[in-house]
T-cell receptor, first 114, second 114 residues
Framework: KAGVTQTPRYLIKTRGQQVTLSCSPI?????VSWYQQTPGQGLQFLFE???????NKGNFPGRFSGRQFSNSRSEMNVSTLELGDSALYLC?????????????FGSGTRLTVV | DQQVKQNSPSLSVQEGRISILNCDYT??????FLWYKKYPAEGPTFLIS?????DKNEDGRFTVFLNKSAKHLSLHIVPSQPGDSAVYFC?????????????FGQGTILTVHP
């Protein structure tokens, strides 16, 4: 079956701009989580969506937001980009987001802010 | 507060020998643990997991051991192969309302020499 698809793979933006990243989960998976990976902070949880509702949120500023559509596809948005937002953004899908199993990651979107 | 720690940034082993990657955690609410393998600019790939009610889980060349009293888990790879060279992440899931949230260690770079 098809894996988790993230688009675009690479993105270069200027400080102050906003960006939208997309994630299509594995068919049948209803939970989508987003993570940020940076060399200094490692992999950090941003938020999780299930049935179009945000159920969990990490410790990130309000500039980071997301949404989920009825087909479980998810988008995350970062507004007023800062240099420190440069990172690999990963999404993971799982059947329910409950329990620690079944998390499959996409290949990520590499965001560079200049 | 880093709840999942991988204290060895790197590990180098010879092909055919055993690789042992270690992980410590502090949160007693973690009830599921996972190991992921990651190549640069790609998403983490699931390797093996273990529930907190078990102390060992095996899958082919990969075995994970969990010592709850010591809050310690380890991943054994036997025999190690050059293709195993990658960054290995330990992750934990806390259950309850931790929907979709995996807490990751900082990773260990494994290099397997031919």
């Amino acid at each position: 079956k098809a894996g988790v698809t993230q688009t675009p793979r690479y993105l270069i933006k200027t400080r102050g701009q906003q960006v939208t990243l997309s994630c299509s989960p594995i068919s049948g998976h209803r939970s989508v989580s987003w993570y940020q990976q940076t060399p200094g902070q490692g992999l950090q949880f941003l938020f999780e969506y299930f049935s179009e509702t945000q159920r969990n949120k990490g410790n990130f500023p309000g500039r980071f937001s997301g949404r989920q559509f009825s087909n479980s596809r998810s988008e995350m948005n970062v507004s007023t980009l800062e240099l420190g937002d440069s990172a690999l953004y990963l999404c993971a899908s799982s059947p329910t987001g409950q329990g620690g199993y079944g998390y499959t990651f996409g290949s990520g979107t590499r965001l560079t802010v200049v | 507060d880093q709840q999942v720690k991988q204290n060895s940034p790197s590990l180098s082993v010879q092909e055919g020998r055993i690789s042992i990657l270690n992980c410590d955690y502090t949160n007693s609410m973690f009830d599921y643990f996972l190991w992921y393998k990651k190549y640069p600019a790609e998403g983490p790939t699931f390797l093996i997991s273990i529930s907190s009610i078990k102390d060992k889980n095996e899958d082919g060349r990969f075995t994970v051991f969990l010592n709850k009293s010591a809050k310690h888990l380890s991943l054994h790879i036997v025999p190690s192969q050059p293709g195993d060279s990658a960054v290995y992440f330990c992750a934990a899931f806390a259950g309850g309302t931790s929907y979709g949230k995996l807490t990751f260690g900082q990773g260990t770079i494994l290099t397997v020499h031919p």
